[in-house]
């Protein structure tokens, strides 16, 4: 029992993180319909960033990860800016170019990073016992405190701030929103960036956990795509749930299934969706 | 008539490269053909069709895995194994075409993801059958084994693709190909089924990558987990995108080209993936119709008539 608990535990902390990593998919594919295929080259830049902030500038591993969420905020400006805004209402185009940039990155990262895994130190150290079941680690309970609470801080974002409403309009409605006096290219350039900076900030909470190396991107981007249709497109809630949901099911069935075909999970969720309900838990309808 | 003499041209130039060309260059004109009928078909699925699959190479996999396994582990002649090979993958995209049967654009693109993904991890878990990446060794097509044969065979091969591609899109299936391109809901509305017109599209485009993916893995005589893999398939798209998506040489010049390149970079390291993707994001940001269009429009300027 205690098995299944642990189970449960670490994808209840994946799956936290999953939906922070798929709310940077679904904002950029509700404000503008692309999908980011680059997004899990983000997650890993960001990780490599964080690392490097903290080995080799010696600033503090917490310090290092937000520098390394805001470069990957950045980078998302410049990105848009320079390759995904022709690409607009072009969807055939967008998909091409942000999978081009996608490999890229990979091939650039293996080149300036090289191929071995890296990491920034841990903030905490040390294992909690959790109700007395099992002892768990306290980065992984760290990394799960943040990811809620990054999540909790997009949402406040969204619901609270003028900029969030613009996000909500623009994500219902490009055209009326333009209409109302919004700029959909300052919008989309916030937007983006924003998109990517929450992959990024996946990326430094993950890192410490499970270390980057130059090839993992892919799978970051497809399980957020996985996240993302499975909540359904267009709906952030459903990234959250979405997002516990798929780090449960792929947990328990590598642990009781087979770990070999874990990433297997993930894309059969995927197929089986699209299939049988592509709007997903919570999404509307594609218009 | 231009044009067909013009190909028949190429086909015979094409056809003395035996003659001249020393072993090594003579590999890589293979490779080149074999990436010919990959950009090619991918280049009818997503430039004519505008359905952007990413499980083209998947489909090169499993022609060659099917007519690998079959030879290596149960005897079959490799011609036999081939035909059943382009089969399988035939009915794989008839499989795909009717999972995506109803999505558009994103969704398709992902579904395509998703299937290929799924393909290769199985291909490199299932080690007793496929020897995962280690690698199944595959006899040739003859007896002997000789890169002049294989150079004719797929030499043939590639003729034959591209012919069907051609006649394809000037037939009544190819117009509805393109319809289906530019406009769903106004193809849908002239009676186009546009359901209907991508099975086909993945059924035929499917079948032409498991023929290449056959013959590619009787040519080399190992096949690897890598034919499945997404590194492939961004080798198509590049070649696609940079030599002029939506064309019908485009894809031709472009897998020449980059296949040519790729030699010439392997000298100073493994750079050209990174370079092709950096030249492919400029190709694709600033110039769409890629060196097909550019030097349609060049030469459009140079003899003073109008591009």
Same mark, same amino acid.
């Given at each position: 029992?205690?098995?299944?608990?642990?189970?449960?535990?670490?994808?209840?902390?994946?799956?936290?993180?999953?939906?922070?990593?798929?709310?940077?998919?679904?904002?950029?594919?509700?404000?503008?319909?692309?999908?980011?295929?680059?997004?899990?080259?983000?997650?890993? !830049?960001?990780?490599?960033?964080?690392?490097?902030?903290?080995?080799?500038?010696?600033?503090?591993?917490?310090?290092?990860?937000?520098?390394?969420?805001?470069?990957?905020?950045?980078?998302?400006?410049?990105?848009?800016?320079?390759?995904?805004?022709?690409?607009?209402?072009?969807?055939?185009?967008?998909?091409?170019?942000?999978?081009?940039?996608?490999?890229?990155?990979?091939?650039?990262?293996?080149?300036?990073?090289?191929?071995?895994?890296?990491?920034?130190?841990?903030?905490?150290?040390?294992?909690?016992?959790?109700?007395?079941?099992?002892?768990?680690?306290?980065?992984?309970?760290?990394?799960?405190?943040?990811?809620?609470?990054?999540?909790?801080?997009?949402?406040?974002?969204?619901?609270?701030?003028?900029?969030?409403?613009?996000?909500?309009?623009?994500?219902?409605?490009?055209?009326?929103?333009? !209409?109302?006096?919004?700029?959909?290219?300052?919008?989309?350039?916030?937007?983006?960036?924003?998109?990517?900076?929450?992959?990024?900030?996946?990326?430094?909470?993950?890192?410490?956990?499970?270390?980057?190396?130059?090839?993992?991107?892919?799978?970051?981007?497809?399980?957020?795509?996985?996240?993302?249709?499975?909540?359904?497109?267009?709906?952030?809630?459903?990234?959250?749930?979405?997002?516990?949901?798929?780090?449960?099911?792929?947990?328990?069935?590598?642990?009781?299934?087979?770990?070999?075909?874990?990433? !297997?999970?993930?894309?059969?969720? !995927?197929?089986?969706?699209?299939?049988?309900?592509?709007?997903?838990?919570?999404?509307?309808?594609?218009? | 008539?231009?044009?067909?003499?013009?190909?028949?041209?190429?086909?015979?130039?094409?056809?003395?490269?035996?003659?001249?060309?020393?072993?090594?260059?003579?590999?890589?004109?293979?490779?080149?053909?074999?990436?010919?009928?990959?950009?090619?078909?991918?280049?009818?699925?997503?430039?004519?069709?505008?359905?952007?699959?990413?499980?083209?190479?998947?489909?090169?996999?499993?022609?060659?895995?099917?007519?690998?396994?079959?030879?290596?582990?149960?005897?079959?002649?490799?011609?036999?194994?081939?035909?059943?090979?382009?089969?399988?993958?035939?009915?794989?995209?008839?499989?795909?075409?009717?999972?995506?049967?109803?999505?558009?654009?994103?969704?398709?693109?992902?579904?395509?993801?998703?299937?290929?993904?799924?393909?290769?991890?199985?291909?490199?878990?299932?080690?007793?059958?496929?020897?995962?990446?280690?690698?199944?060794?595959?006899?040739?097509?003859?007896?002997?084994?000789?890169?002049?044969?294989?150079?004719?065979?797929?030499?043939?091969?590639?003729?034959?693709?591209?012919?069907?591609?051609?006649?394809?899109?000037?037939?009544?299936?190819?117009?509805?190909?393109?319809?289906?391109?530019?406009?769903?809901?106004?193809?849908?509305?002239?009676?186009?089924?546009?359901?209907?017109?991508?099975?086909?599209?993945?059924?035929?485009?499917?079948?032409?990558?498991?023929?290449?993916?056959?013959?590619?893995?009787?040519?080399?005589?190992?096949?690897?987990?890598?034919?499945?893999?997404?590194?492939?398939?961004?080798?198509?798209?590049?070649?696609?995108?940079?030599?002029?998506?939506?064309?019908?040489?485009?894809?031709?010049?472009?897998?020449?080209?980059?296949?040519?390149?790729?030699?010439?970079?392997?000298?100073?390291?493994?750079?050209?993936?990174?370079?092709?993707?950096?030249?492919?994001?400029?190709?694709?940001?600033?110039?769409?119709?890629?060196?097909?269009?550019?030097?349609?429009?060049?030469?459009?300027?140079?003899?003073?008539?109008?591009?």
């Amino acid at each position: 029992m205690s098995d299944f608990l642990l189970y449960l535990t670490n994808g209840l902390v994946i799956g936290v993180i999953y939906a922070l990593s798929a709310l940077g998919v679904a904002l950029i594919v509700g404000m503008m319909n692309v999908v980011n295929f680059a997004h899990g080259e983000l997650y890993v !830049l960001a990780g490599y960033f964080s690392a490097l902030f903290a080995q080799a500038l010696g600033l503090h591993p917490a310090i290092a990860m937000v520098l390394g969420a805001l470069s990957i905020f950045v980078f998302g400006l410049v990105i848009e800016r320079l390759l995904i805004r022709p690409t607009y209402g072009n969807d055939m185009y967008s998909l091409i170019v942000t999978f081009i940039l996608s490999i890229v990155l990979q091939n650039a990262y293996l080149l300036i990073f090289g191929p071995y895994p890296q990491k920034p130190p841990n903030l905490i150290t040390g294992a909690t016992d959790v109700f007395g079941l099992f002892m768990y680690g306290n980065q992984r309970l760290m990394g799960f405190v943040l990811g809620v609470v990054v999540i909790a801080a997009f949402f406040l974002l969204l619901k609270r701030t003028w900029f969030g409403r613009v996000v909500q309009a623009v994500s219902t409605d490009r055209e009326v929103a333009a !209409l109302m006096g919004v700029n959909p290219e300052r919008v989309n350039l916030l937007g983006f960036g924003l998109g990517c900076a929450l992959a990024g900030a996946a990326g430094v909470i993950l890192t410490p956990i499970f270390p980057v190396t130059p090839s993992i991107g892919v799978g970051v981007s497809l399980t957020a795509f996985v996240v993302v249709v499975l909540g359904g497109m267009g709906s952030f809630l459903g990234c959250l749930v979405g997002g516990v949901l798929l780090g449960v099911v792929e947990n328990l069935g590598s642990a009781y299934i087979s770990s070999a075909y874990k990433q !297997l999970f993930s894309f059969v969720i !995927l197929i089986v969706v699209l299939f049988v309900r592509p709007a997903g838990l919570f999404g509307r309808r594609q218009t | 008539m231009r044009g067909w003499t013009a190909a028949l041209v190429a086909l015979g130039v094409f056809a003395t490269f035996p003659l001249f060309l020393g072993q090594y260059w003579l590999h890589t004109a293979i490779v080149g053909l074999f990436y010919i009928m990959m950009a090619s078909s991918w280049n009818l699925l997503a430039g004519f069709t505008g359905q952007v699959s990413f499980a083209h190479a998947a489909f090169a996999g499993i022609g060659a895995y099917t007519s690998g396994i079959l030879a290596a582990k149960f005897g079959l002649p490799p011609l036999l194994g081939l035909v059943i090979g382009v089969a399988i993958a035939a009915l794989l995209g008839l499989a795909l075409g009717a999972l995506c049967i109803r999505m558009g654009g994103i969704y398709l693109s992902l579904t395509t993801l998703g299937f290929s993904e799924i393909l290769r991890i199985i291909v490199v878990n299932e080690y007793e059958f496929t020897r995962g990446t280690m690698g199944l060794t595959v006899p040739p097509f003859w007896g002997q084994y000789s890169k002049t044969v294989s150079f004719y065979i797929l030499l043939a091969a590639v003729a034959l693709v591209l012919w069907l591609i051609h006649r394809i899109l000037g037939s009544d299936l190819g117009t509805s190909f393109r319809a289906v391109q530019n406009d769903e809901g106004a193809a849908a509305s002239m009676g186009i089924p546009v359901i209907r017109v991508r099975v086909p599209a993945f059924v035929i485009t499917g079948a032409m990558a498991g023929l290449a993916g056959s013959l590619y893995g009787h040519y080399l005589l190992l096949i690897t987990p890598h034919i499945l893999s997404l590194d492939l398939m961004f080798l198509v798209l590049a070649m696609t995108v940079i030599g002029g998506i939506g064309t019908f040489i485009g894809p031709i010049v472009g897998a020449l080209f980059l296949e040519a390149l790729s030699e010439y970079i392997r000298r100073y390291g493994e750079f050209h993936v990174l370079i092709f993707g950096l030249v492919a994001l400029v190709v694709a940001r600033f110039a769409p119709e890629g060196i097909v269009g550019l030097l349609s429009r060049w030469l459009g300027a140079r003899l003073g008539r109008a591009a």
